[in-house]
Every structure is written in structure tokens, then in C-alpha cells.
């Protein structure tokens, strides 16, 4: 049974009762939520909380031990390849191959996603996410900031209904990371597509996310939009709420816990 | 043919060759990989060609067919080519962490292993092909000699090698890096016994069953008798085949059997570290 948000009449995510066991150790213990349509969300969470896990799992790069994963209501466990043309992701731990040019590197990934016209898409990718003078070099040559504008340029060459972001903005400066920010943010508005990131940025979560799931050792331990967590915690800011929420600080009790640590 | 059959044909097609694109792409853009692929298997041939050289006026065994090491060195490398090339190209994909980029798209495990059969024939025949043509420049020797029987040897001995390559490259799949040297080491293991230089009787008794059990050893036969008798061996030719469709399909069971246990095990996304 699905533990949240019977009022999400149109789910692009459903997550019911999943959990994944690697040895003695639970990242993901019977996590449950769904993600409304055309909707943005962020799995937040300390370092080893199961945001790796779970986007993992979304993606079917990884089976769950039990539960229920559904992407527009196609079970990814079981016929994931349905709806993998439809999404997209996006990690800077993941790489692209380095001594492809950035226009090889696309045309590729391009061929992979069955792109029609591959060329146009390429092009038109290049000007809005102004990597038009990066297509020639390879991948391995370009500066953190050029390779984010590039894996996300890969992660739109589908034009994909469901976008998992992990870290999208980890390792860039304030100015490209905002334009990042903005593009992800119009991207959304343009083509009502989902998107679900991970993230440690808190203020590119406040900003952009219509939904907060805030797991901890595995759990999901909260959720809702950043303002309701907000009030909740008693908070000026969602950093505020993260480091309560890592901390295991209930909401009432928060101030008194953190005047006493 | 459905019509959904074929729209899922052309999807695999392209995505095979997808796949393809991306490893001729590494390598045009990358003379030194192009230069490894010919390097070994020339540098054999001419280590073996000149020690054909001098056998043929010491053994009367090497006299009667003067060939006879030089196929059998050329084949051998077809035979570790074809391995090498499946497994190296799959190591590509590691060492560039790109596992979790490709199987986020719609590329299904099997399409991973077409490309990586093609692949590996595109990278013998640049290998072998070229240690051949050195062959016939340096030593006068064609191992087009062997005649139409060549492509019989040359499909049975890369399919052996797809079989072992599929097989290592799901190791390292499942064990990583280090178990990388598999990759270059674990098809010598059977060249003592698959009869290469020398008939399998040569071999102790209680060998060689385990010798005829590897494709290789039949077609190594067969060749000789191709050079020696001027007789292609049907029985040698079909005992290979027979093997060979056992050997690839237990290749690809293992390869999906550890693609699944790698998603059990979440591995796609950090291989290569």
C-alpha cells in the first residue's frame, strides 16, 4: 500500500513499501511516496541516507529486495524498457566517455534514445545550453561546469517526460549552477515534464522544488513542500530543516535541542 | 514479421549500432589503440614466421607443409582476438564508467552483447588482417592457401572466443577491475591443450578428452589436415560447430546471469571504481 499523497490524482512516480539490503546493511527500508506530474522533487538526505539508492531503483539500474516501483504506471522491475525512452538522468558521478567528443558523445546517446532527427537535436540542444563551441573537444577535456552543461544536454536529448537529477549543480560556481537552475526550471515549464533530484543544495531546493522527501538512514522520515517544512521545524531555512531532520531533532523540540548542543 | 516485431528490430538495430559508433569512434580518435590491435598479432607472425624458416630445413614435420605455424599462429590470434576484443571493449565501458549511462537508456543486455561481438570482429579482422598481410609481404606466405575451409576456421574460433570473452567481461563485470587481467590472461590457460602448434595425440591420454571438449582443438586438426592431406575434415568441422553452440550459449547465460546479479547488487552505477 502506497503511505502518501492519495491527493496526486496523476502520478509520474509511485513508490510503494521498497526496500533494498546490501549485507547486514538496509539503505532503503519500506520507503513509500508518490510524484505528482509536471512536478518538481528532491530526495534530500545525509550521506548514506538512500538517495543514491532510490534514484537507483527508479531507474531499474537496481532491483529492490520487495516493494512496488512505478514510472506512468509501468512497473520498472518488471518492464522497465516500456518507459526508459521517456526518462532521463543526469549524475556527476557518472560519466561519459572521455575521449569521445562532446558531439560524438550526443550522437551516440542520441542513437540510443531512437532521436529522429539527430543532427537538429544536437544543434538545438548546443545553442540552449550554449555547448555549440564545446561540440569538437572531448568530454575528458572540459571544466566541471562544461561537463554538468553537457550531461545535461545528454539527459535532454529524448525530451524526456521524467528527468532524475542527482546533484545537479555539485561542483559549480554560484552563476552556472543558478543558470542551471534556470534552465532545469524552464525546461519544466516549457514541456511539463518531472523532474526528481537529489540534492545537498538547499537553496536550489527551496527554489525549485514543489515537494521535499527527507529520508534518513534509509527511512523516509518527512516529506512535504518546503514552506510546510519550514513551519513545521520552526525554521528560517530548509538548511535549518535538513541538519533537525539529519539529526533526528523533532520539530517542536528543535530550538531547545540545538540551544543545548 | 509483426509489425511491432519489426519496429523492435530496427530500435535494437540502431541501437547496436549505436554502440558500434561509439567504439569506431574511440578508436579513430585514438592511434594507439589502432596500434595495439596490429602489433601483437605481427609481431607473433614474425616471430613464428622466421621460426618456420628454420624448421623447414631441420624437420621434416614443418617441411611438409611450410605453412603450417604461421596458420597456426594467425588463427590462434583469431581465436584470442575475438576474446580480447569483446572483453577490452567491454573493460572501455568500465574504465570510462559508463555502465549506469547506457543502461539507463533503452539498450537491453543483449544489445550490449551484439555491439560487443561486432566490435570484436571488426577488431580481429583490423589484428589478424594485417598480421596476414606481413605474412605474405615478409614470409611469402598466404594463409589464404587453406582456401574456403579459412572462413569455417576463422567463424568457429572467434565464435570460441566471443564465448570466453562474454564469459571474463561478466566476471569483471561482477568481481570489477581486478579482476581485469582475466580479461588478458585466461584464454592462454587452454592454448596448451586446444593443439595449436601440435596434434592432440601429442597430448597425455587423460588430456586429451579435455582437449577435444575446446572447439579450438578441432579446428587445429582440421587445419593440419587442410595443409598436410589437402582434405577438409567434416567430422572435425562439425564437432567444433556443435561445440561452439554450446560454448555461446553458456557465454551469454553466464553474462546475463552476473547483468542480473550486478542489479541485485547495485553495482551498474559504481563500476569502474
Not at chain 1, 124 to 137: M, P
Request: hydrophobic share 50%; aromatic share 8%.
Amino acid at each position: 500500500m502506497l503511505g502518501y499523497a492519495s491527493s496526486v490524482s496523476e502520478s509520474a512516480i509511485r513508490v510503494g513499501g521498497v526496500s533494498k539490503r546490501f549485507n547486514d546493511v538496509i539503505a532503503v527500508d519500506d520507503v513509500s511516496f508518490e510524484v505528482g506530474r509536471g512536478t518538481t522533487s528532491a530526495l534530500l538526505g545525509g550521506n548514506g541516507a538512500g538517495k543514491t539508492t532510490t534514484l537507483a531503483m527508479l531507474l531499474g539500474l537496481l532491483l529492490p529486495d520487495q516493494g512496488l516501483i512505478e514510472i506512468f504506471g509501468v512497473d520498472m522491475v518488471r518492464d522497465r524498457y516500456r518507459v526508459l525512452p521517456r526518462i532521463n538522468f543526469s549524475s556527476p558521478y557518472v560519466d561519459l566517455p572521455r575521449r569521445l567528443t562532446v558531439a560524438e558523445n550526443l550522437r551516440v546517446y542520441a542513437l540510443l534514445y531512437g532521436v529522429r532527427d539527430v543532427a537538429a537535436q544536437i544543434r538545438r540542444l548546443a545553442d540552449a545550453l550554449d555547448i555549440g563551441e564545446l561540440l569538437r573537444r572531448t568530454y575528458g577535456s572540459l571544466s566541471a561546469g562544461q561537463r554538468t552543461r553537457v550531461t545535461i544536454a545528454k539527459a535532454l536529448l529524448n525530451d524526456p517526460e521524467l528527468l532524475l537529477l542527482d546533484e545537479p549543480t555539485a561542483s559549480l560556481d554560484p552563476d552556472t549552477a543558478d543558470w542551471v537552475r534556470a534552465y532545469l526550471e524552464s525546461y519544466r515549464d516549457r514541456t511539463g515534464a518531472t523532474l526528481l533530484l537529489a540534492s545537498h543544495n538547499m537553496t536550489e531546493v527551496e527554489r525549485m522544488c514543489d515537494l521535499v522527501l527527507m529520508l534518513r538512514s534509509g527511512r523516509l522520515v518527512d516529506r512535504g513542500t518546503p514552506h510546510e517544512l519550514l513551519e513545521r521545524y520552526g525554521r528560517q531555512n530548509m538548511e535549518e530543516v535538513f541538519i533537525d531532520i539529519a539529526r533526528d531533532r523533532r520539530s517542536r523540540g528543535a530550538g531547545a535541542k540545538r540551544a543545548s548542543t | 514479421m509483426s509489425g511491432v516485431a519489426a519496429v523492435s528490430l530496427r530500435g535494437s538495430s540502431r541501437r547496436v549500432g549505436a554502440l558500434v559508433l561509439r567504439h569506431l569512434y574511440l578508436l579513430r580518435g585514438s592511434w594507439p589503440r589502432v596500434l595495439e590491435l596490429i602489433y601483437w598479432p605481427t609481431v607473433q607472425m614474425v616471430l613464428w614466421g622466421f621460426i618456420t624458416l628454420f624448421f623447414v630445413n631441420t624437420s621434416s614435420w614443418v617441411a611438409q607443409a611450410t605453412g603450417v605455424l604461421i596458420s597456426a599462429i594467425l588463427l590462434w590470434d583469431v581465436l584470442f582476438r575475438g576474446q580480447l576484443g569483446v572483453a577490452v571493449v567491454f573493460l572501455e565501458e568500465m574504465w570510462s564508467r559508463n555502465l549506469g549511462q547506457l543502461f539507463v537508456t533503452p539498450l537491453r543486455p543483449w544489445e550490449l552483447i551484439a555491439a560487443l561481438l561486432t566490435m570484436s570482429l571488426i577488431r580481429t579482422l583490423i589484428g589478424v588482417g594485417g598480421a596476414a598481410l606481413v605474412a605474405v609481404g615478409v614470409f611469402d606466405y598466404s594463409i589464404a592457401t587453406l582456401g574456403l575451409p579459412l572462413v569455417a576456421f576463422f567463424v568457429n574460433l572467434i565464435v570460441m572466443g566471443w564465448a570466453i570473452g562474454l564469459m571474463t567481461s561478466a566476471l569483471v563485470m561482477r568481481y570489477g577491475l581486478g579482476a581485469e587481467n582475466l580479461a588478458w590472461g585466461a584464454i592462454f590457460v587452454l592454448q596448451p591443450i586446444s593443439a595449436v602448434f601440435y596434434p592432440v595425440s601429442v597430448l597425455p591420454g587423460w588430456l586429451q578428452p579435455i582437449a577435444k571438449s575446446l572447439p579450438a582443438t578441432h579446428v587445429f586438426e582440421g587445419m593440419r589436415a587442410v595443409l598436410f592431406d589437402h582434405v577438409l575434415r567434416m567430422d572435425l568441422l562439425l564437432n567444433a560447430v556443435a561445440l561452439n553452440v554450446i560454448y555461446l550459449a553458456v557465454g551469454i547465460a553466464v553474462f546475463l546471469f552476473y547483468f542480473r546479479s550486478v542489479r541485485v547488487r547495485g553495482q551498474l552505477l559504481h563500476v569502474g571504481e
